[in-house]
């Protein structure tokens, strides 16, 4: 394209030729309001667009007061704003697209009926999409500053600058959410429903703008408009509603299933308090409420009028209809479960799907009686309680408190969940004969296992089908994962509080039960024990509780673990019983992340470069196309490539780090990370232990010596359960440690240890990439899965691990002698526990055991309780067994950052060999495997693939 701008050939006008400009629609309105913004009238203009896909356009143009323009400032001045403009709207996705007409009304409403005639009028006012040019972008901000958020259009901060940019992409967002939904509603393929209670989303802002693929546009039209893009992405808060790895896993799967075109929609809980704030002061750790609604929530959609009623309490009646009885409950207390929808777009692809979350409100009917005695207000006061339901996230994410509120949370999520799924089934059916054909239901965790109860009672009680039927159903569509070994994390209701908050579900859990027994005796006989051992009903000393797990195995069709070791684990310890009968449910599902998120936008000077040898972004979609990186992992040029972008990250990193804790780092050092949620099986005090070890050995040393060693920033961080003292405690030592090295003059730069407050996904977008070697350190046979693993292997990251979870899979993958691998093997941890109080930890853990004990790090009464779990025949976890092979393979990492060419080919390899962790992997196993469903994508906006 070509800019001449004449000032002679014409007495009166300036004369502008724009030549050979592509041909595209809209360019001449750009054209015409640009100079119009410059401030120049139009007189005359000449358009010829003889040659089909290029155009010259010819204006004759007078400033505002009538004058032509002859300064060659001004020139110059007109010529470089219609030059980027005109550029910004050649590169962008401004072309205006049709959207697709609903077929049912097209084929049912003859030409010339009233009811087509409304329709084509209602089509032609919405015919178009939204355009993605730099104009339209900046338009529809600007129009959302003024419109939605009601502000003065010359006036607006960088935080609302972000709200006004978000409603745009919301926008956009509304319009793929739309009609994808009408897409599977009319193809009607079978759904798969992903319940669960946590969901671990954090930002969404960047994460639209690449998936729909407009980030040039809202980058350059932010600019233009004076602010930063990579400025506003800060001002959005997360949205945490999780606490650690199974939420985040439920979130990475959302965007798998929308980048894989399935029907699928997520169903969880819209609490107003997310995961608490963790500040740290003086080491202790504090925690802050996240009412990350505050000032509203651009990604959300409230629909005020998808609202379902859900009851608590009350009692049961029987009634004999025709001979048969059957039962209704009456509950003492009614809510309304209220939806927001939050789209969930895919990448590279027209889907975008839903995540439906509930929100607790008073029940809209109100109780006349109180009324008219007068207690208007503490009628309406009660009412309002109804909200604490969905108030606040549980921050512990592991052990079991069998609490009243967190009972009714569950099943709030399994009612308005379940009621809904049957509301859309029946709009286009009219028995439940094709409710399994139609509907799967993914239990994550037992959680939502409620809902097994829930659908027995809409489909017995409600809608009268019988048990038979009832039961057939129900046993079809439910499928659940189970997240732990941890025997004391599953949950187990106790039959008393069921019976009061839910007695028609203690009724049914019951029935299930009994048959179950019927069952089960006729293939095991009289073997009592292991009939008490595997009912659903606990029968304890003073009181019985429901088993959730047991329940989950019983009716669904499939349980799976979460990595390979994990679902052996499954079958022949924690449910061998259930395994030994019924071996066909039992399946693994590897866990994986998002390649998106945790790679391709949080890390994008890896992700050019990693396109730059694969020949394009097609990985980002098929993630296994990673390994062909292994050609380049010795190739020197690419090696310093590499190099060169993980040191990038780590400035970056350090600078978070001096903003987060004043704590200095030098960018040269080795970066050493482990982050995740404190608890004492994934062992942060053997790191924190090493730490010590590492510090003694600095001041040990010469400085001859001490030129040798590599210096080391290790960060930890992550968040303690409010009421897990011992991990509040470790906490305070990571501190207290840290306080003494990050000080002591000796060490300087050889060794710091910082610990990160309030670890978030966000805070992880910034960590991952610019780690070197991250910790996943848990005793063999704790850590069912874990998920960073997989995000720091595909970053390039060394994983300094044991034998554990996935990191048993990613050394098949990578390559044992591409990571650090020590510690006892899950086969050798019961025997070692068994034999752990004659076991004579080696002297250099005794001596760091005694350190902190004689205060070389203070607050040695505060710490005492740490020193005791792991001493004198305690430590379950078993750290002083692991300790020397921990030290050695932590040796070993120092020799291997020596010689940067090796480690950088075991850096790229990390990232060769992670192919298989992705989530696309998971869910394509999921769907095929478990749910029975299939990619159903809608056709390309316009017809153009984009
Ligand atoms: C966690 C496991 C992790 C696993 C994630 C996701 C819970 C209850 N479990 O090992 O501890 O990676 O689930 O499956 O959060």
Known sequence: MIIEIDTTSD????????????????????????????????????????????????????????????????????????????????QSGGLEMARPDDEQILSSAPKGTDERRKHDLLYSLMDRYLRNDVMSVQESIVNHVEYTMARNRYQFDDFEAYNAAAFSVRDRLIESWNDTQQYFRDKSPKRVYYMSMEFLMGRSFLNSLYNLDIKPQYSEALHQ?????????????????????????????????????????????????????????????????DYWLNFGNPWEIERPYITYPVKFYGGVEEEDVDGVKMYKWIGGEEISAVAYDNPVPGWNTPTTINLRLWSAKPAREFDLESFNTGDYVQAILAKQRAETISAVLYPDDRTYQGKELRLKQQYFLASATLQDIIRRYLVNHTTFDEFPEQVALQLNDTHPALGIPELMRLLLDEHKLGWTK?????????????????????????????????????????????????????????????????????????????????????????????????SELLKTRMFADFHEIMPEKFQNKTNGVTQRRWLAFSNPDLRDLISSKLGGDAWIRELEMLRDLDKYAEDAEFQSQWRAVKHKNKK????????????????????????????????????????IHRYNKIKAATPEERKEMVPRVVVIGGKAAPGYDMAKRIIKLVCSVGDKVNNDPDVGDLLKLVFIPDYNVSSAEVIVPAAELSQHISTAGTEASGTSNMKFAMNGCLIIG???????????????????????????????????ARFKPPQEFDAVVEQIRNNAFEWAEFLNPVCD??????????????????????????????????????????????GKFSSDRTIREYAKDIWGVVPCRRPEPGGNPR
């Open 470 to 566: 009832s039961w057939d159903i129900t046993s079809k569509v439910f499928s659940f994962t189970n997240h732990t070994v941890l025997a004391d994390s599953l949950e187990k209701w106790p039959v008393d509080l069921l019976e009061r908050v839910l007695p028609r579900h203690m009724m049914i859990i019951y029935d299930i039960n009994w048959r179950f027994i019927q069952e089960l005796a006729s293939i095991v006989g009289e073997d009592y024990t292991r009939i008490g051992r595997m009912s659903i009903i606990e029968e304890g000393i003073e009181s019985k509780s429901v088993r959730m797990a047991h329940l989950a195995l019983v009716t669904c069709h499939t349980v799976n673990g979460v990595a390979a070791v994990h």
């Open 652 to 691: 970056k990193l350090a600078k978070f780090i001096e903003e987060k804790t004043g704590t200095v780092v030098s960018p040269d050092a080795l970066f050493d990370i482990q982050v995740k949620r404190i608890h004492e099986y994934k062992r942060q005090l053997l790191n924190v232990f090493s730490v």
């Open 225 to 289: 408009l004076g602010y930063e893009l990579e400025t506003l992405v800060d001002k959005e808060r997360d949205a945490a509603l999780g606490n650690g790895g199974l939420g985040r896993l439920a979130s990475c799967f959302l965007d798998s299933m929308a980048t894989m075109d399935l029907p699928a929609w997520g169903y969880g809980i819209r609490y107003q308090y997310g995961m608490f704030r963790q500040t740290v002061t003086d080491g202790f750790q504090h925690e802050h409420p």
């Open 11 to 90: 007495d009166e006008h300036t004369v502008i030729h724009i030549r050979d400009a592509p041909n595209k629609p809209g360019t001449l309105r750009v054209i015409t309001t640009a100079l119009a913004d410059l401030g120049l009238n139009i007189d005359k203009a000449v358009v010829d667009s003889a040659a089909e896909d290029r155009v010259s356009d010819c204006f004759h143009v007078k400033d505002l007061s009538g004058r032509k323009v002859t300064e060659a400032e001004d020139v110059e001045n007109i010529r470089t704003c219609l030059g980027m403009i005109l550029k910004a709207h050649f």
């Open 869 to 914: 779990a792991v001493h004198g025949g305690a430590d379950y976890y078993l750290l002083a067994n692991d300790f020397e092979d921990y030290i050695r393979a932590q040796e070993l990492v120092d020799q291997t950052y020596k010689d940067q060419a090796k480690w950088t080919k075991m850096s790229i390899k990390s990232t060769a060999g992670s």
């Open 802 to 836: 044991t034998m554990d979870g996935s990191n048993v899979e990613i050394a098949e993958e990578i390559g044992k002698e591409n990571m650090f691998i020590f510690g006892a093997s899950a086969v050798d941890v019961p025997i070692l526990r068994a034999e752990r």
